[in-house]
């Protein structure tokens, strides 16, 4: 096991070095290779400690004392336990699909050694940040998958609209970060320590007000890297980046990492009320703002980017209700379903040659087979249409929500189900329904190569079944089992399933037909008038929405533009006026002294003597005024 | 007998002469006969020091030969500089050794 542990982030990281060291003069098109290699060994490794955890196993491991100054020690330790066991699943299942699935994407890349590079970067630091056992550890992964993220996204660095993206994940990221850091501070300062055993043991010891104030700090971090409001403004421009990319990195795994950790402290969250209270209504408000924008967005990866945002407000109120299992159990789910959306878009894009908006979209059902199809179940899915995984995840958090007291936020979520399913529909109808509107694109559509179709057919089928698999019973089923230990800290027995579930399972069931048959309505019914006249109607809202409530242009005026022109004004008046001016006037100062002195260094021997004749008189004279 | 004021009047006419020399003239032969001229200047002065002294008696005049032993060798070495600057640039004027000027 130990060895496991350690093999399934090394191996990415060893293929990294190489990839990256020779990928671009010996591997070239073949850098996919050892990359794809490497993520298969450590895939196995993963199902591997799956079973061992499931068998019961648990593993605390400290390596080495990784720091150790004062009463500061920090270790580099490996904790796999059922969460890890969960994270594990997700991060390197859909991680595999997606290394196999560039190899057709990418295909033909200039940068495709340093794609297959960055992608095992990612896998190192993912499998770092979920198999480390302190908050450090969780940090300083937390900060490397940022770091990859960002390499990714500005991917095609070339291109100025994916460099900007990349800058602006980079620095919204930054002020989660802030905020986490700081909370790892005032845990450690709180505490002294800052391993997860020693902090969840010692949870109970701090006042309200303190942990009040730890758990907040780390969920603004959860908050920048899980793009909740009103941190979420990165997620949708990292589109800029290789689909693949946006499937892993910004559908299915890191933006997970939030989730996952106000998961891990859950015993933390567990002692502030008030926290757990954020974390639900920000998640919650979340989940209903992006679907809102998603409705409306054109550009088909846009609209998944706000349907991810959008599923992760909803984790997040799973979380902050106290439905630890259900918010993991969604966490799962959605990372398969996600990352198959996206892999279909990129699909879909590919088969257009780059076309991303979907109003020159149209008629691909025939053309693009198992895009069609893979993408159909992964849209069924997330709406929750009965029986598939979206349904069992999204219901258990509906219906969690609901029996722990909060039937406000629950009715919210209801809503956000409906409008999921509507904007996904809307998404596949105008995609691969109708008439094709841009008869160019289309004659040229085919299907993409079997390294993509595979790992398309290989994600639908958890996305269809791992409901199924996990889900059963609801609230009370393989997954809340099995995630029981982690969340013992947090207290909340799940209960006995009832009527009243039965209920609203068949009322979550409901809205989510509901959505679906509503965009058939507008998009294959009627998609000349309809769309057009609900816009209309809507007016302002839909304005609104379609201009992303202007949160951007609101940071643009209130944050960006004043640092700007302070920054600007520091330049000119302080550094160029103050500063500058000083060093270069007192050169200049120096300068004109020596030029006036110049001309005495004449090389006359006799004027020097008649200057030193003249000092002599003026001592001389001198001497006898003072003592004469 | 003389007093003492008549020999410091000579000696510092002397001496301000073989200055202005010094600092006027322009034929470095003239310059360095013009320091001697200040040197023995120099040399009345102790002289009659030595002699209006009470107690001081022979110690001015010690004083002299000093002088002298350092005047030969000054003057030595200003005429070697002479011939060295005639050789080299085949002319005596002082306003001409001005090669360190800044």
């Known amino acids: 096991m130990k060895a496991a542990v350690l093999l399934i982030p090394l191996l990415p990281l060893a293929s990294f070095i190489i990839t990256g060291l020779f990928g671009k003069r010996f591997f070239k098109e073949k850098s996919h290779y050892l990359s794809v290699g490497a993520v298969a060994v450590s895939w196995l490794l993963s199902m591997y400690l799956i079973v061992e955890v499931e068998r019961g196993e648990e593993l605390h491991w400290q390596v080495y004392s990784w720091i150790a100054a004062g009463s500061f020690k920090v270790d580099i330790g490996f904790l796999v336990d059922q969460l890890t066991a969960v994270m594990l699943l997700v991060v390197s299942t859909v991680g595999l699909m997606v290394h196999v699935y560039s190899i057709g994407y990418m295909k033909g890349d200039g940068g495709y050694y340093r794609f297959f590079a960055y992608l095992n970067l990612f896998m190192f630091s993912m499998f770092m940040l979920i198999l480390g056992n302190n908050f450090l550890m969780l940090y300083v992964f937390w900060e ?101 990319v946006s499937s892993l990195i910004h559908a299915a795994t890191m933006v997970n990492a939030g989730v996952y950790m106000v998961a891990r402290s859950n015993p933390l969250f567990a002692e502030s009320h008030t926290a757990m209270f954020v974390v639900a209504l920000v998640g919650t408000f979340t989940a209903i703002f992006a679907a809102s924008i998603g409705l409306v967005q054109n550009d088909i990866k846009k609209v998944l980017a706000y349907s991810t945002v959008s599923q992760l407000g909803y984790m997040f109120m799973a979380l902050g209700v106290g439905a ?118 289309f004659a040229h559509a085919h299907e993409s190569p079997r390294s993509m179709t595979m790992p398309l057919i290989l994600l639908a089928i958890p996305s269809a079944l791992i409901g199924l698999a996990l889900g059963l019973p609801p609230e009370d089923g393989h997954i809340d089992k099995f995630l029981e230990p982690v969340f013992e800290a947090a207290g909340i027995a799940p209960h006995a399933f009832g009527a009243v579930d039965l209920g609203l399972m068949a009322l979550s069931a409901l809205v989510g037909i509901g959505g679906i048959l509503l965009a058939w309505q507008f998009y294959v019914k009627r998609p000349d008038d309809l769309p057009a006249k609900a816009g209309a109607r809507a007016g302002f809202l839909y304005k609104a929405a379609l201009n992303k409530y202007w949160i951007d242009e609101f940071y643009f005026a209130a944050v960006i533009n004043p640092v700007m022109a302070l920054g600007r004004g520091l330049w000119r008046w302080v550094d160029m006026a103050m500063i500058d001016g000083f060093v270069n006037g007192s050169a200049r100062f120096f300068h004109g002294v020596g030029m006036a002195l110049k001309p005495t260094q004449s090389g006359k021997i006799q004027a020097y003597l008649f200057s030193m004749f003249l000092g002599f008189l003026a001592l001389l004279v001198a001497y006898l005024i003072l003592t004469v | 007998m003389t007093p003492l004021q008549q020999y410091l009047a000579l000696s510092m006419a002397l001496f301000f002469i073989g200055a202005w020399g010094v600092l006027a003239r322009r034929n470095l032969i003239l310059v360095v006969m013009c320091v001697e001229l200040m040197l023995n200047a120099i040399n009345i002065a102790l002289v009659a020091f030595s002699n209006y002294s009470p107690t001081g008696a022979g110690r001015g005049e010690v004083f002299v030969f000093f002088v002298f032993a350092l005047a030969a060798a000054e003057a030595a070495i200003g005429l070697a500089i002479a011939i060295a600057m005639y050789r080299l640039k085949e002319k005596l004027s002082v306003d001409d050794l001005d090669e360190m000027k800044g």
């Open chain 1, 324 to 441: 630890w299992g259900a918010g993991m159990f969604h966490l799962i789910a959605h990372g398969f379903f996600k990352g198959l959306l996206f892999l279909c878009s990129g699909s879909v894009i590919h088969a257009l040659s780059g076309e991303q908006d979907m109003r020159k979209m149209g008629g691909l059902k025939n053309k693009t087979k198992i895009t069609y199809w893979t993408f159909v179940i992964g849209a069924l899915a997330i709406s929750g249409f009965p029986g598939l995984a979206g349904f069992w995840s999204k219901d258990s958090i509906l219906a969690g929500s609901f029996n722990h007291g909060y039937w406000y936020f629950w009715a919210v979520g209801l809503i956000v189900a409906f409008m999921t399913a509507f904007y996904m529909f809307r998404l596949i109808f105008m995609t691969f329904h109708g008439k094709p509107r841009d008869e160019k694109a």
């Open chain 1, 144 to 244: 490397a998958v940022g770091l990859c993220s960002y390499l990714l996204i500005s991917f095609w660095y070339t291109k100025k609209s994916a460099a900007n993206a990349g800058t602006k994940a980079f620095l919204v990221n930054r002020v989660g970060d802030f905020g986490f850091g700081l909370g790892i501070m005032l845990i450690f300062v709180t505490l002294g320590t800052l391993s997860y055993s020693g902090v969840f043991e010692a949870a109970g010891t701090i006042g309200t007000g303190t942990m009040t104030a730890i758990c907040l700090l780390l969920f603004m971090g959860a908050m920048g890297k899980s793009a909740q409001f009103p941190l979420h403004v990165w997620l949708p421009d990292a589109m800029e980046g290789p689909t693949p």
